[in-house]
């Protein structure tokens, strides 16, 4: 199989284990994350950190609604997301459930919450790992991106790289640390140790290809019941990043939940940037002659 | 709750550009924070690219019978890439496993192709340093140096790749215009070593060459501010900005003593100074606006957005929205 430069760096890509070198194996899994049916449990945060012995990175009480671990980072690979917001009132149908009286809001809007699973989104074109220097980050036969912490030198340069903030420098232990999608359960037959223990199936672990279809499904189906604003986000080949390995269906525009609303991996510019770069190495080399060329004594 | 602006609820001065509206979650920044060390990794982009253009000199001073100006330069050329060897190494979080980093070629990864330019580079540079300092094996140490001289241009930019070929806005957004600030700063700190270092009667090319890339470093970097739009703001200000300001000024007045004093002995070594110094906190400049921008969830979607708005302009069908 072969594949041009452009497929390689930015375009879509339909096999990425078959790009990185994999004759045979198996189909690319990933994560489709349902934000609307997400209760904001947690379940996810703590079974990875079980299941990955993620070392406690700290608790802090921040004031952003129940969301105590911030972010994604080296020691916190889910991360559920909780925005309180004010919408006009929908008028939804009383299920007799026990309710909190809502009286710092006025009579025509609602408060909503949104709760949301974040992760690595094992893109298909992965910044982080086409930058690695050590080649510790590679991309697994699941199509995953997976970081190895015998070879990670701490070299940092996965960081800024990600357009979406995700891997990082674990303090004190100076390695990168990221999701593996739980690459030791897949290569058992298991899934993630998230989508275990999710209990209301907000994350589901999959083959892409279904789990495509199936977001598509929901979110029309979420649209025909009113739902205007629920959108995938990730899902499509032909976005910046070749599209996600984990995609998700979100209720309000990304930048709310701390993502990237239109991410494009890096290196789609890089054959630019070397040509540029080439230019300015002879330029410099030019510059030195032309400085001698002539010169007074 | 998600807010436009972490400020929005303090009564402000009106600001003469107000700013742009975005939403995010509690103002937190979207990227990482860069984890490269300073002063290290500026440390570095400075010495590195005044190691290369110095490598370059050194062969052109020999060939031009210029022997004070290319043993400074030799020198120049070795201790930069040995400094630079020693601030990469220390930068790593593991700098036990340094040698990871030659166990694979990858051409997608900069810092890869940089191990691979700067482990030669920094061999053959000390070689042809040490060789003109004992006067062992001239000829050899000769072919290193031209060795060496064909990997100082590389030397000289490809560290604005390394910068460039990230998600940071400040400095993606800037990977046209770079490599030539950084190719522009490091002629300026080779030209401004050749003026600290070489007698009076060599300098000549010295002070030209100093002058050149201070001009092209400071037009580079006007255009790179410019073209950056609302995010070339974060080499305006802060700390970023001092250090671009200061490093302006400096590159100027080296340049015109460069250019106006060379002859003497004491307004060229300081005019040498200035340009290496000028050379120096444009790094620090760069690197510094970098962090700004990942800092901020502004640079990350403001830009997005309007990408996104324009392509959805493009793809709608015509008479529409």
């Known amino acids: ?297 | 709750m998600t807010r436009a602006h972490a400020d929005r609820r303090k009564p402000v001065e009106e600001p003469a550009v107000p700013p742009a509206d975005f939403r995010s979650y509690y103002g937190r920044p979207i990227l990482k924070q860069p984890t490269w060390k300073n002063p290290d990794v500026p440390g570095y982009l400075f010495s590195g690219g005044l190691a290369g253009a110095s490598a370059v000199v050194a062969e052109f001073a020999r060939a031009t019978g210029r022997p004070g100006l290319a043993r400074t330069a030799r020198l120049g050329a070795a201790g930069g890439a040995l400094a630079g060897v020693v601030l990469l190494v220390h930068d790593l979080h593991r700098p036990a496993r340094f040698l990871n980093m030659l166990r694979v070629v990858k051409p997608t990864s900069p810092l890869s192709v940089g191990t691979w330019i700067l482990s030669p580079f920094s061999a053959l540079a000390s070689a042809a340093a040490a060789s003109e300092l004992t006067g062992i094996a001239p000829a050899l140490g000769r072919l290193a140096g031209v060795g060496a001289a064909a990997l100082g241009g590389p030397m000289t930019s490809y560290t604005a790749v390394l910068l460039t070929n990230t998600a940071v806005p400040a400095w993606h957004g800037a990977y046209r215009e770079m490599p030539f600030v950084f190719g522009g700063s490091a002629a300026a700190a080779a030209g401004g070593l050749g003026l600290v270092g070489a007698p009076v009667a060599e300098n000549a090319p010295a002070a030209r060459l100093g002058a050149a890339g201070a001009a092209v470093e400071l037009a580079a970097g006007a255009l790179m501010e410019h073209r950056l739009g609302l995010i070339g703001d974060r080499y305006r200000t802060g700390a970023a900005g001092t250090c671009m300001r200061v490093a302006k000024a400096l590159s100027v007045i080296g340049a015109a003593g460069a250019l106006a004093g060379r002859r003497h002995r004491g307004v060229a070594a300081a005019s040498g100074a200035a340009l290496m110094a000028g050379s120096l906190l444009t790094r620090f400049g760069v690197f510094l606006a970098g962090k700004a921008s990942a800092a901020d969830p502004r640079d990350t979607v403001v830009p997005q957005r309007a990408r996104a708005a324009e392509a959805d302009r493009a793809q709608a069908p015509e008479g529409t929205g």
């Open chain 1, 1 to 297: 199989m072969s594949f041009t430069l452009d497929q390689r760096l930015a375009a879509p890509l339909p096999d990425p284990a078959g790009e990185a070198g994999y004759a045979e194996h198996p189909p690319r899994m990933g994560f489709f994350t349902d934000t609307s049916v997400c209760i904001g449990c947690k379940a996810c945060e703590v079974a990875c950190k079980e299941w990955n012995l993620v070392p406690d990175d700290g608790l802090d009480l921040t004031g952003m609604s129940y969301d105590n671990s911030v972010g994604l980072g080296a020691s916190t690979w889910r991360h559920v997301a909780f925005v309180e917001q004010t919408t006009p009132d929908r008028h939804a149908v009383d299920l007799g459930m026990p309710s909190v009286p809502q009286g710092a809001v006025e009579a025509d809007r609602e408060v909503r919450w949104l709760m949301a699973s974040d992760v690595c989104k094992h893109c298909t074109h992965a910044a982080c790992l086409d930058v690695c220097p050590t080649g510790s980050l590679f991309r697994t036969e699941f199509g995953t991106v997976v970081v190895q912490e015998d070879i990670c030198n701490g070299c940092g340069y996965c960081v800024p790289a990600c357009p979406y903030g995700v891997i990082d420098i674990r303090p004190g232990d100076g390695r990168a640390w990221k999701c593996t999608l739980c690459y030791d359960r897949l290569g058992a037959g298991q899934e993630p140790a998230c989508a275990k223990a999710c209990p209301t199936d907000s994350i589901q672990f999959g083959e892409l290809d279904e789990l495509r279809e199936r977001a598509a499904r929901r979110v029309d189906a979420l649209q025909a019941a009113g739902v205007e604003k629920a959108r995938l986000y990730g899902h499509d080949p032909a976005d910046g990043v070749g599209g996600d390995g984990a995609f998700f269906l979100l209720l309000d525009e990304p930048e709310v939940y701390g993502l990237p609303p239109d991410p494009v991996v890096t290196t789609r510019d890089l054959p630019a940037m070397w040509k540029r770069a080439a230019v300015a190495a002879a330029g410099v080399v030019a510059a030195v002659a032309a400085a001698f060329l002539g010169a007074a004594r």
